[in-house]
């Protein structure tokens, strides 16, 4: 008896000394990971969900054994708040989307993915406008951050399935049926070139990964961000302008019902697709929130499917492939209602000069509401003058064809930013020759006044120009405004003999050359066309006579130099290409020299540079505050 009682108080001390709960320690970044862990990021669900489904007595196994009972309790609950029950609910859908899903396998979306998607969608959609607190009022929660990504992911997969259906819809449905949900017309403000209307691609941006690009800039948001690409132009096209190709897409899900329960009840969805350089934000559910957007995928798709690296060489060479006119490359749908920047590339280049300026300047938020991007593609192989002219000419008629009347702010205190010989055709583009080129065009003494008026006509738009009205700043970078030695350097002289002319020039040169002829047939010599890397010598009578031609006194210019092993001084050096001398233009408002070979644009230093000399541009031009 005594036995058995020394055994039972031995058993009631052990099981009072169990301890029911225990404590340990964690590593800070396991602490962050189990944190920020859910469906779409780990595979398993958040702690959060963990947790309401603890509360109802489910669990994860459950809910993925018998789906219906975990979600049809999850609904019924009364123990739960709606944050907690629709929080969960958008994940538990998320997962089992992502689970019958075939994405990976690259097989087409079945309709019960998309329902799950829709579902999940729907949830977070109630979560995020349909509960008690405003999106605001949880800024600093982590489940809200959570439910925002189901919500942008499930819009993501969604989107993608409406647009392989879109095509097949024809031009004037309103609504269609898709895996029991009625989807409605999208609306949309996305302008793609040549006014189409259903891109040929739409690529979500959270896919890409860009090589070459410094930076990817983003706007944290309500929608999932694509890249809208528009049918390919015809090859037959004239005109000089082009509009983007690839166009920046923010698609947002708005499920129908103005209350928690009809939201809830409805299985009526309408895509919104919104052109984020437009649309800062949107109004939901009667609350406005930030719209989210890429900034940097469409310019990088479109940079990485262009080609230019190959054809800029072709177009230098004056061989098959190449361009021969210049174009006018819009990085965004034209906006009336921005300041117009014009980016203008060096010899044997072409638009990826600007690969990080343009991207980064894009990327600066006081930047991007006031300036929108053109750039320059141009047939490096030409003379100077005919590029300029081609250029000027270009620039003219796509203005005339955004803006007839010539009144939009974006037509009016433009812009010039050039590189290298960029610059020097930008410098041009503001400056008046009068009369003091004339002085290098081919000539006779005893040429009759007749042929001699025919000759000055036909070389006055190569040598006479006044400066765009339309300009008030221009930005000069490692431009070679007198002309290098380098060019007569063996490499350059040997890539110069290379050069074929286009075909265009040569008929005219020959036509000049005609006019130079005597009565009884003969010249005194052919008449060489210097090519572009003949015009940028020092001792080249085109580059030696525009030196000094004055600068428009309505604009205002900026010189950023690159000093490439600096030696003594400053102007005894060189960007290894262009001499500082050849590079320095007294009365510009500001200069900078910069550690740098002849590629100066692309550092981080002169990036730096421009975007504050355009944010004392936009500045100067706001009306003043009251």
């Not at 209307?197 to 959270?206: G, N, W």
């Not at 410094?214 to 096209?237: I, K």
């Not at 410098?427 to 042929?451: E, I, M, Y």
């Not at 309505?554 to 010189?559: A, D, L, P």
Request: charge should be positive.
């Amino acid at each position: 008896m005594w036995a058995m009682r020394c055994v039972t108080v031995g058993m009631l001390l052990c099981l009072g000394a169990c301890a029911m709960v225990d404590v340990s320690r964690i590593k800070q970044h396991d602490y962050l990971a189990e944190r920020r862990a859910d469906a779409l990021g780990s595979g398993r669900l958040s702690d959060g969900t963990v947790q309401v489904l603890n509360v109802v007595a489910l669990s994860a196994d459950t809910c993925s054994k018998d789906f219906s009972d975990c979600t049809g309790t999850l609904v019924r609950s009364p123990g739960l708040t709606d944050e907690q029950r629709l929080s969960t609910l958008s994940e538990l859908w998320m997962a089992r989307a992502i689970k019958v899903d075939p994405a990976k396998s690259g097989a087409p979306m079945q309709d019960v993915a998309l329902d799950a998607y829709l579902q999940s969608a729907r949830y977070a959609y109630a979560y995020l406008f349909y509960t008690a607190r405003q999106p605001s009022e949880r800024a600093f929660d982590l489940r809200q951050a959570q439910v925002l990504g189901f919500y942008n992911f499930a819009v993501q997969r969604a989107v993608q399935r409406f647009f392989h259906v879109l095509p097949q819809l024809g031009t004037q449905w309103t609504q269609t049926s898709l895996a029991g949900w009625t989807v409605m017309r999208p609306q949309t403000d996305v302008r793609l070139a040549g006014d189409a209307r259903v891109p040929t691609e739409l690529i979500p941006a959270s896919d890409l990964r860009f090589k070459g690009l410094r930076n990817v800039y983003q706007r944290d948001g309500f929608g999932s961000d694509f890249v809208a690409v528009a049918p390919p132009e015809s090859p037959d096209v004239q005109v000089p302008w082009r509009d983007p190709d690839f166009v920046s897409m923010t698609g947002a899900l708005v499920f129908d019902g103005n209350t928690l329960a009809s939201v809830l009840a409805t299985k009526q969805v309408r895509l919104l697709a919104r052109d984020p350089y437009r649309d800062g934000s949107i109004t939901v559910g009667d609350r406005v929130v930030p719209l989210g957007a890429n900034f940097t995928a469409a310019y990088g798709v479109w940079l990485a499917r262009s080609g230019f690296a190959g054809q800029s060489i072709r177009s230098l060479l004056g061989r098959e492939g190449g361009i021969t006119t210049p174009r006018i490359l819009l990085m965004q749908p034209y906006d009336p209602n921005r300041l117009t920047v014009v980016m203008l590339h060096g010899l044997a280049s072409s638009p990826e000069a600007w690969i990080n300026v343009a991207n980064e300047v894009m990327g600066d938020e006081s930047l991007r509401r006031n300036y929108q991007v053109w750039e320059v593609y141009y047939p490096t192989n030409a003379p100077v003058a005919v590029n300029l002219a081609g250029i000027r000419k270009a620039l003219d008629a796509t203005l005339r064809h955004y803006d007839p009347g010539g009144h939009a702010r974006a037509s009016n205190n433009m812009v010039l930013v050039g590189h290298s010989m960029g610059g020097v055709i930008a410098r041009l583009l503001v400056s008046s020759s009068g009369d003091k080129l004339w002085g290098v065009a081919p000539g006779r003494a005893d040429l009759s006044p007749q042929k001699r008026a025919q000759l000055r006509q036909r070389l006055a738009p190569y040598l006479q120009f006044t400066p765009m009205p339309q300009v008030t700043r221009a930005v000069f970078l490692a431009s070679p405004h007198r002309g290098t030695p380098y060019a007569q350097h063996r490499i350059a002289r040997w890539i110069g003999n290379l050069i074929r002319l286009p075909v265009g020039i040569l008929k005219e040169a020959a036509s000049f050359s005609d006019l130079l002829k005597r009565t009884d047939g003969s010249s005194d010599k052919a008449w060489r066309v210097p090519n572009a890397i003949d015009n940028l010598s020092d001792t080249d009578p085109f580059i030696v006579a525009a030196a000094d031609l004055p600068i428009s006194p309505k604009v205002r210019y900026h010189t950023i130099v690159g000093v490439y092993k600096p030696t003594g001084p400053l102007d005894t050096t060189s960007d290894g290409v262009v001499p500082y001398k050849s590079a320095h233009l007294a009365g510009a408002e500001s200069e900078i020299a910069i550690p740098s070979w002849h590629s100066v644009q692309d550092t981080p230093a002169a990036i730096l540079e421009l975007r504050r000399i355009l944010a004392l541009h936009a500045a100067a031009l706001q009306p003043a505050t009251p």
